[in-house]
């Protein structure tokens, strides 16, 4: 400092502290809805005094601009991360379990228990006129038509989960790159902040894209103290683990995978070829909470078996549907209700006296309804049933005097055999739920429950979330009033520095110029 301008050299001081000032104000109005930006203030101190020589004390030299400091909580910041995962694993599973009750229908004219009806109102028409061919065609397409009920929502099923098994990929690809995002911020705010500076705005950008990431995947974000650096200041580094496993470490990143099972996880249920998310370096990772773990729940959930145990996802769903075709079709087929062993449409007789034909079989070879005998003739042929496979048989597909309404070869106008398949629409030793609609009830009060649990969890997250987000943009968020109030403040302090400057300029004047003439 030139002793000779000593109080120029404040005012000129002055006037630079509040010019970086209504810089820093002039950023944080610009980025006022920049997502994820942290308010900035300029950290003003007084500058270093000098003593006089007569000791009479210190003397102020003018302030100083030391920082621009990010305003930022990181508490909030932490515990945005750590809800912020649970609200994406009941988000989207809130979004799947709407979609599966849009598959199953219920209510509705096309639902399962209109199909159901429909058939067994058939098989009421003929027994009003057994030897008319038109109610038998009429038996006979119902039948076709439930059968194609269960087909049809077996296939929407896969077919889901097979999307999800995409969406899963999706995900993974997204966390990768989420990862490489924040590597590379790392190795820039780091190269920034070693000559004692704040990398603000990148730390701002590093923050938004582990905001996205959290609700993702679960993941736990700590800086850690490495050491000092030469300023003598902390040397922090970024880490991110999953599990506990580092995801991202400061420069260092381990990335996710997904590859293709060699087995179906549930052998009846899945789609094959699903994907398996893991280290990249082959180690199994256990997705604990994120959109990926509601992905993962949904597309694998089997209560009590496989997969996610605590869970009711599609493979459930495919399971109930199986169980539905095995135990209806073995009923109607062979009069097998639990343990009774009663009379099915295989101890009837048909119009053209035939017996022993079973009403409902599966697909075979091309797509093709099997025929009774190919059916029978398959070892555990029931267990071999499955919605998507479930069939009228070609005997009666072909013939439908083949319908077994009687018990007594010869006698067209008999109904017994009939009456007893009618019966069973209402019998409630079919299911351990009861009738037949009683089953496939449970299983859409099952679906109706999970889907309203994943509402109110889902709900009550957001709810969370915002609370989270309302304190962070209060603590951190850019206010236009405060700003206007801090550029007026600042502006009036640069008025009076350059006031200053101009009267310390003719007091030099006249020091200079007019003195001694």
Not at 377 to 388: G, R, V
Not at 404 to 417: C, H, M, V
Request: glycine share 8%; with cysteine.
């Amino acid at each position: 400092m030139n002793p000779g301008f000593f109080g120029l050299d404040i005012a000129v001081k002055g006037l630079y502290t509040a010019q970086r000032n209504l810089d820093v104000i002039n950023h944080n109005v610009n980025n006022i809805n920049t997502p994820g930006y942290s308010r900035q203030v300029a950290n003003q101190s007084a500058s270093r005094p000098i003593a006089l020589l007569n000791g009479t004390g210190m003397l102020g030299t003018g302030s100083d601009v030391t920082g621009i400091n990010r305003i930022r909580d990181e508490y909030l910041d932490f515990k945005y991360w750590s809800e912020n995962k649970t609200y994406g694993e009941w988000e989207i599973k809130r979004t799947l379990l709407a979609d599966l009750e849009a598959t199953f229908n219920e209510p509705s004219d096309s639902g399962f228990s209109t199909m159901l009806d429909e058939f067994f109102h058939s098989l009421q028409e003929l027994a009003k006129d057994p030897g008319s061919e038109a109610v038998r065609a009429l038996v006979k397409e119902k039948g076709v038509t439930l059968a194609k009920y269960f087909n049809s929502m077996a296939t929407h099923l896969e077919e889901l989960q097979v999307d999800l098994n995409h969406q899963i990929n999706t995900k993974v690809n997204r966390i990768n790159s989420l990862g490489a995002q924040i590597q590379q911020l790392n190795k820039q705010i780091y190269r920034s902040e070693l000559d004692g500076n704040v990398a603000n705005d990148l730390r701002d950008q590093r923050t938004l894209l582990i905001d996205e990431l959290s609700k993702l995947i679960n993941i736990d974000v700590t800086e850690v103290v490495a050491g000092k650096l030469p300023n003598g200041r902390e040397d922090k580094r970024m880490l991110i683990t999953i599990n506990g496993k580092p995801f991202v470490d400061h420069y260092d990143l381990t990335q996710l995978a997904v590859k293709q099972r060699a087995d179906k996880l549930n052998p009846e249920e899945d789609v094959v070829n699903l994907y398996e998310v893991m280290w990249e370096d082959g180690n199994t990772l256990k997705v604990r909470g994120g959109e990926l773990k509601g992905l993962l729940d949904v597309r694998d959930g089997n209560e009590g078996e496989n997969g996610s145990p605590l869970y009711k996802g599609i493979p459930f769903y495919i399971k109930k549907l199986n169980e539905f075709v095995r135990t209806f079709a073995k009923a109607f087929n062979e009069g097998i209700i639990g343990s009774d062993d009663l009379e099915g449409h295989a101890d009837g007789v048909g119009a053209d006296n035939s017996t022993g034909v079973r009403f409902f079989t599966m697909l075979g070879i091309g797509n093709m309804p099997m025929s009774s005998d190919d059916f029978i003739a398959i070892p555990d042929c029931y267990n071999q049933l499955t919605a998507k496979n479930f069939s009228v048989s070609s005997d009666i597909i072909n013939n439908i005097n083949k319908i077994a309404t009687s018990d007594t070869p010869d006698q067209i106008g008999n109904i017994e055999n009939l009456n007893k398949l009618i019966k069973m629409r209402n019998n409630t030793h079919m299911f351990t739920e009861g009738a037949p609609e009683d089953f496939m009830k449970s299983i859409i009060s099952t679906l109706g429950i999970d889907s309203q649990q994943a509402i109110r969890m889902s709900s009550n997250q957001q709810a969370m979330i915002r609370q989270v987000e309302n304190q962070r943009l209060s603590e951190s968020g850019v206010s236009m009033d405060e700003e206007m109030a801090n550029m007026v403040k600042h502006q009036q302090a640069y008025n009076a520095a350059a006031v200053m400057i101009n009267t310390m300029a003719e007091i030099y004047d006249i020091l200079i110029n007019r003195v001694g003439l």
